[in-house]
């Protein structure tokens, strides 16, 4: 947490004063991606359309690791373009109390920011359907009564950012049997399908919530900001390249939630390999 | 934020973790041993079961936390989230070494003094317990003291399944960058190694001596 107290200046900083040093490793572009898989492929994806717009290289770090390490990474230049979420850049980077105005948290993150994909990735607060239909949940405020009974488990970044388990908590007045159970993020699914947990906190356009049984509440309180994914890139690479930031935006508004759900499900669910669906998506979708 | 600080202002959660670390490589540890010794002495009167068994274990040995986690979730009795799984891992890892010297040990011995024994009618248990297990005790402690010490380091991989124990403040240290915070997990975790290993290098040495 002390580490992201001052993160917006150093943002803005880093942005500026790297400039200078863009150069010295020649002109490859990393493009990075968080430890999820849409991350990933909206990685592969960027690299795919810099490379045919740009002819330049292009290497992948994907799967770095959560917000933080890719926020890092790429003030200290050492990759040139991930994939972020607007609201996770506004609370957990920029360490603004969340905020629920679409806009608002666009604009204030705009200046580092390429345009926006053009869907939402939310925090879905997932359980089973079974479960749902039992007790007749919808939204998360139905979870409030037989939280008492339930199990929840999130991994270690829910549970720490400034949008995430606390507040969320606050803010529904849920009160589950235990503290929560902190365990890596890319188990949490499995754990809720086999019924090991009762409540998890995933990726509303995960793939695997329609493939495993599973259903996101609504968040009927509007607890969560809007997190729209968008490109972010280093400032001195688009200075020095400029066709760079022409080809990302290229891409701005192509991808609705529907559709980025669906080229998830061929990840997570068919098991394709991401540079062919992100290939094909390309060729399908920007003549 | 220092180290020192950090610990100040959570001495209750980094006591809470760190005895939970030390449960769990107790635990594991000790199922270990209770598994390994007989497997190990086992394998020294059915030759034939050598390979398979040492093979086993080596490849099991070799399956990376995170997938065997993947395949436990789902399983009954020694599956799901929490202690049990984690623990269930630990021994998965710790086996090899204890299972493989227990075998080398008594595989060791020279083949006279077993003779010697028998030729004084002992029988095969006696054998085992008067004659076999004292001379490769050595042997067996210092698997035992690798298990041990690699059971510390790698029970960290615990806090991936909600186990609790040193590793979640290294999970949590490394999904939001914080370097206090992974050394707070890292540090007492390799001087609980250190420790570990001190001792059974004691025990071991002592052992040595009396042998003498």
Known sequence: ?287 | MSLFQFYAHNSREALTLIGQHLYLVAVSTGIALAVGVPGGVLLTRRPAWRGPVLGLANVLQTIPSLALFGFLIPLPFIGGIGARTAIVALVVYALLPIVRNTYTGIAGVDPAVREAGRGMGMTDGQLLAMVELPLAAGVILAGIRVATVVSVGTATIAGAIGAGGLGVYIFRGADMVNNTLILAGALPAALMALAADGLLGLAERKLAWRAR
């Open chain 1, 1 to 287: 947490m002390a580490g992201a107290v001052t993160g917006g200046r150093r943002l803005a900083l880093a942005c500026g004063a790297l400039l200078a040093v863009g150069c010295a490793r020649g002109d490859r572009v990393v493009v990075g991606a968080k430890n999820f898989t849409e991350s990933d492929l909206l990685a592969e994806l960027v690299a795919q359309q810099i490379e045919r717009r740009t002819g330049l290289p292009v290497e992948r770090r994907l799967h770095l690791g959560g917000t933080f390490v890719c926020h890092r990474a790429i003030i200290a230049g050492k990759i040139d373009v991930y994939v972020e979420y607007t609201g996770t850049a506004f609370t957990a980077i920029l360490n603004h109390a969340p905020l629920a105005d679409r806009d608002g948290v666009y604009r204030a993150v705009a200046a580092e920011y390429a345009e926006r994909f053009g869907f939402d990735n939310t925090f879905a607060i997932v359980v089973r359907r079974r479960d749902a239909e039992r007790y007749g949940l919808r939204r998360i405020s139905d979870v409030a009564p037989v939280a008492p009974r339930w199990k929840a488990a999130f991994g270690y970044e829910f549970l720490e950012r400034a949008d995430g388990f606390a507040g969320l908590a606050r803010a529904y007045g849920l009160r589950f049997a235990a503290p929560p159970t902190a365990m890596a993020l890319g188990l949490t699914y499995r754990a809720l399908a086999d019924g090991k947990a009762d409540l998890i906190a995933g990726n509303s356009t995960d793939g695997l919530i329609q493939a495993l049984g599973l259903v996101a509440l609504e968040d009927d309180r509007h607890y969560f900001p809007p997190y729209e994914a968008a490109p972010v890139a280093r400032a001195d690479l688009l200075g020095r390249h400029p066709q760079i930031a022409r080809a990302l935006d290229e891409l701005a508004g192509k991808i609705s939630e529907d559709a980025m759900r669906r080229l998830n499900a061929l990840a997570d669910v068919e098991h394709q390999d991401i540079a062919a669906i992100a290939r094909e998506w390309i060729a399908r979708s920007l003549p």
